[in-house]
């Protein structure tokens, strides 16, 4: 069953513009479906999620959440929608309960009733009730967030960036409350920047310039890399980034964690092992390890990038 | 209701948070009444004033005798010749004198009137203006009183002239101690009032928008238009316990009493309060940053009631244009309302038109205000 | 004499009332790496930085960054220091060229190299036709490599970046640090905090803050081999375990 469905939404702010969201043809999200959005600043998510959350009218095109249209019902969409935008900060100087009291109550809830969906998020957060909001750290913050955004149990959630900020430890464990939460049921749509993070949704859209280059799931975008992909590392990483670029038949070098990875030009035949020699011999780098390797989601993010 | 109290529980929750600000406006006017008191208390005293008549006259005596019981002046004593009080008024022994020529007390009762001279040190042009203005104000009760005293048909009650600036002025007519302090009451309960409501309501929504939890707000199934109601009850109520420490402050500390219905007053201040709150939910709905909010409020509202509550300037000395731009301040007609009920204490009526106007000018600015929020973004 | 280390740093500490938020830390930078300073949310980061920075006088402990002593030559190292994060980089209102003297000026760059270096700037950025562009209208990716460019106009010895890439896609992350790199290659030293573990592996050196405390501190391939980690983030997992901390 569906929980979403995007007609064709376009929405262009101010003459002459871009359209900042232009998306053509119709894109359906499941009811439980953890869908991903990644794309470059600027693509149009944000503005997306405004229009699905009835911030924003579309100029033309609709959307449908669990039946309500955007436009016509949107009063009904707000009581079964949670929304965390990217830079909601929460009120810094209410404590924690305070915030958490006033989100239930403007939803109509109160905190008890509805402890039950949040009481894993907040668990953590508990120790630190009576504590300002603005005195949290980052992550602590967007659990609070989190925890304001699902009191009311809706039955879908939007996030915008939640994990932007936050280090490694916080993002791990808030995609772990995600994974909960869909599994109770609950239709979420996450913006990211990190690569990993999309890798553990269902489905993921890549957007730029206001449209979804693909949506696929991870697997099957990164089974669709139709590209050789070679992992090269030598001791001067820096200068070899620049001679790897220099090799004709190299398309694309970027850098790789450790390592840097580069695509080879379509009916290009060069092995591994003559580009670990060009590299020893032409360029005189120490240390040369040359490997095919498969792609991963962010093999496939670059690629794409550059196509348009 | 249970969603819009959580609303006003947490609006009052940021504000006693801010004990700074809180502060601000409690002790704002405060401080300002306190001030403004102290310094127009001082304004004019102890004036050292002389006397030269032609005539020795009982009459002339008694209203020295009067001039020095006022709080103002001290009668320093009578001198011979002009020349005298020239000498005297140089080497600072007065600042003022009062002088009538020979046959003052006949003139008085002729149809041509007599003539008094008020010569003041004008070094300091403004307590001059200001000596010659009490001086002639005293004069001229005092001969009213004289003459209604022996019934005398004399068309006139001495005309007086001056040789300084002498005017007419409204303000002692109703005055008759000649303390001004009443004045800047008004205006200063114009000034706060308008403050609180405007510009810290306006700046508590705008910021909501600013840190992004109206957008969450907006997507939640409140009702929008609560979500700015409630905003405004704390500041209504804070605009009320300013209210109150304002009257406290004037009858007990400046010891002006309230001249006319107290009921009337407070009225027409409930009914400015909430026409600024309606001005502060009007500003929120136009503009997306607290700065500007700022500004708005301070620059098209604030100001102006600096400028035309006649704490600065008489708004009839102003051009005419500036004259018809203060019709359209909220603050003239409340500071022109007040004024007439608290310090000239006429009956509501004569209030009318000020009621009338303020009560328009509420519903326009909160229909405006209604029709520009938006409970969307764009 | 020139030192070899950029950064020296012994037993430095910043307590706030009962709280220490950076507790005896001991490290040094050496001229011309990529130093990596990681550690979760509220490990003390940002108060060692504020330190290095001579922004924060530490309550013990003392240190030297590009050769002064954090306590008390504090204004001769803001002259030597470049500093960028993610939260402040330019005026938006302004044009890139605007920004670029104005930043030029603060940083006592000599008036008439100004002209030159800010060309030489923009071109190496392929910047050159959005010189009077108002840096609000660009897109983020550009936006942050012009502010890193700014940073290091007055060729400074240590340019600090606190979080440089946050938020930003996989893309425009790299160009940056393709900057970084470049920096690096003329001779700058690079401090850098990223809450990115991919971009951890291309430092040289990096330390991971736990508590306040530095629990570790080696090249990335030494951190991994010590842990038996596969990779950095695993790294960093391990130790944040360890945290008592909460916040």
Redesign the interface.
């Known amino acids: 069953m569906d929980s979403i469905v995007i007609h064709s939404l376009k929405k262009t702010y101010g003459k002459g513009q871009p359209p900042a969201v232009d998306i053509r043809g119709d894109l359906c999200i499941s009811k439980g479906e953890l869908f991903g959005i990644i794309g470059p600043d600027g693509a149009g998510k944000t503005t997306l999620f405004r229009m699905l959350a009835t911030l924003v009218s579309p100029d033309s095109g609709t959307a449908v959440l669990e039946g309500y249209d955007v436009m016509a019902d949107y009063r009904k969409i707000r009581t079964i929608l949670g929304y965390m935008p990217g830079r909601f900060s929460l009120y810094s100087d209410l404590s924690v309960r305070e915030n958490l009291e006033f989100f239930a109550s403007v939803f109509g809830k109160d905190l008890e009733s509805n402890y039950g969906l949040i009481e894993n998020i907040y668990c953590r957060l508990k120790p630190f009730e009576r504590r300002k909001a603005g005195k949290l750290s980052g992550g602590m913050k967007q659990k609070l967030a989190l925890c304001c955004s699902l009191i009311h149990s809706p039955s879908i959630l939007f996030l915008d960036e939640p994990t932007t900020g936050v280090d490694p430890s916080s993002r791990r464990e808030l995609w772990e409350n995600l994974a909960q939460l869909k599994a109770s049921g609950m239709t979420i749509v996450v913006s990211t920047a990190y690569m990993d993070e999309a890798c553990r949704c269902d489905r993921v859209g890549m957007m730029k310039s206001g449209r979804f280059l693909t949506v696929d799931s991870p697997e099957r975008i990164i089974s669709g890399f139709d590209r050789r992909l070679v992992s090269v590392k030598s001791d001067e990483m820096f200068r070899l980034l620049h001679d790897l670029r220099g090799i004709g038949d190299v398309d694309r070098c970027y850098t790789f964690g450790e390592t840097h990875h580069l695509t080879l030009k379509p009916g290009s035949r060069m092995t591994v092992r003559e580009i670990g020699s060009v590299l020893a011999g032409k360029y005189g780098h120490k240390g040369v390890s040359v490997a095919e390797t498969d792609a991963t989601l962010e093999d496939c993010y670059m690629n794409l990038e550059e196509k348009l | 209701m249970?969603?819009f109290f959580?609303?006003v529980?947490?609006e009052f929750?940021?504000i006693f948070?801010?004990t700074r600000t809180l502060l601000v406006l409690i002790g704002l006017p405060t401080v300002l009444i306190v001030l403004f008191g102290f310094a127009i208390s001082t304004e004019i005293r102890n004036v050292n004033v002389g006397l030269f008549s032609a005539d020795a006259d009982d009459s002339v005596e008694r209203l020295m005798r009067k001039i020095d019981q006022s709080e103002y002046f001290t009668y320093v004593g009578r001198f011979n010749t002009e020349e005298d009080v020239d000498e005297a008024m140089r080497r600072g022994v007065i600042d003022a004198a009062v002088m009538f020529g020979s046959g003052f007390s006949s003139a008085l009762y002729s149809p041509e009137g007599a003539e008094v001279f008020i010569a003041a040190d004008a070094t300091n042009p403004n307590n001059a203006s200001m000596e010659i203005m009490y001086l002639s104000g005293i004069i001229a009760e005092y001969f009213k009183d004289d003459i209604s005293a022996i019934h005398a048909a004399g068309p006139q009650d001495g005309s007086v002239t001056a040789s300084g600036m002498l005017q007419p002025n409204l303000h002692m007519l109703y005055n008759p101690q000649l303390k001004s302090s009443y004045n800047f009451v008004p205006g200063i309960m114009g000034l706060i009032l308008m403050l609180i409501c405007s510009l810290m309501t306006s700046v508590s929504i705008v910021r909501e928008k600013e840190?992004?939890?109206m957008?969450?707000?907006?997507?939640?199934?409140?009702r929008p238009i609560n979500i700015v109601l409630a905003k405004m009850i704390p500041y209504f109520v804070i605009a009320c316990v300013v209210l109150v420490n304002i009257l406290l402050l004037t009858i007990f500390v400046l010891k002006v009493p309230i001249a006319g219905s107290f009921f009337w007053m407070i009225l027409v201040s409930v009914i400015y309060i909430i026409l600024s709150l309606g001005i502060g939910m009007l500003v929120s709905s136009l503009v997306r940053t607290q700065i500007i909010a700022t500004l708005i409020c301070g620059m098209i509202f604030l100001v102006p009631v600096m400028m035309f509550s006649g704490m600065l300037y008489p708004i009839e000395s102003m051009p005419v244009a500036l004259q018809w731009f203060a019709q359209i301040i909220p603050a003239k007609w409340f500071i022109e309302a007040i004024r007439k009920i608290m310090i000239e204490g006429v009956p509501v009526r004569y209030v009318t038109v000020e009621i009338l106007i303020m009560t328009a000018m509420a519903v326009a600015v909160f229909t405006a205000a209604v029709i520009k929020f938006k409970d969307?973004?764009? | 004499m020139e030192s070899e280390n950029v950064i020296e740093v012994v037993h430095l500490t910043k307590k706030f009332g009962d709280f220490t938020a950076v507790d005896d830390i001991s490290f040094h930078v050496r001229r011309g790496e990529i130093f990596g300073f990681l550690g979760a949310n509220g490990a003390g980061k940002t108060t060692a930085m504020r330190m290095l920075t001579g922004l924060s006088f530490p309550t013990s402990g003392k240190g030297t960054v590009a050769g002064f002593d954090i306590r008390t030559q504090s204004e001769l190292i803001k002259k030597h220091i470049g500093y960028m994060s993610q939260k402040f980089a330019l005026y938006g209102d302004l044009t890139v060229r605007d920004n670029l003297e104005l930043f030029a000026g603060i940083y006592g760059v000599p008036r008439k190299e100004t002209d030159a270096r800010i060309d030489n700037l923009l071109g190496r950025l392929s910047m050159s036709h959005e010189k009077n562009s108002r840096v609000r209208d660009l897109p983020q990716g550009w936006k942050q490599k012009l502010a890193f460019s700014v940073s290091i106009i007055h060729k400074p010895e240590i340019v600090f970046l606190d979080e440089p890439t946050g938020g930003v896609d996989p893309a425009a992350r790299r160009q940056f640090w393709e900057l970084i790199y470049e920096a690096v290659d003329e001779g700058i030293t690079a401090f850098v905090t990223t809450h990115y573990m991919d971009e951890a592996e291309y430092c040289d050196r990096i330390s991971m803050m736990v508590d306040g405390r530095i629990e570790a501190l080696d090249s990335p391939g030494a951190l991994k081999e010590k842990f038996g980690a596969a990779s950095i983030a695993e790294v960093f997992d391990i130790l944040a375990r360890g945290a008592k901390r909460t916040e």
């Open positions: 249970k969603e959580a609303f529980k947490k929750l940021h948070r801010d840190s992004g939890s957008e969450v707000l907006l997507v939640s199934p409140i969307k973004l764009d």
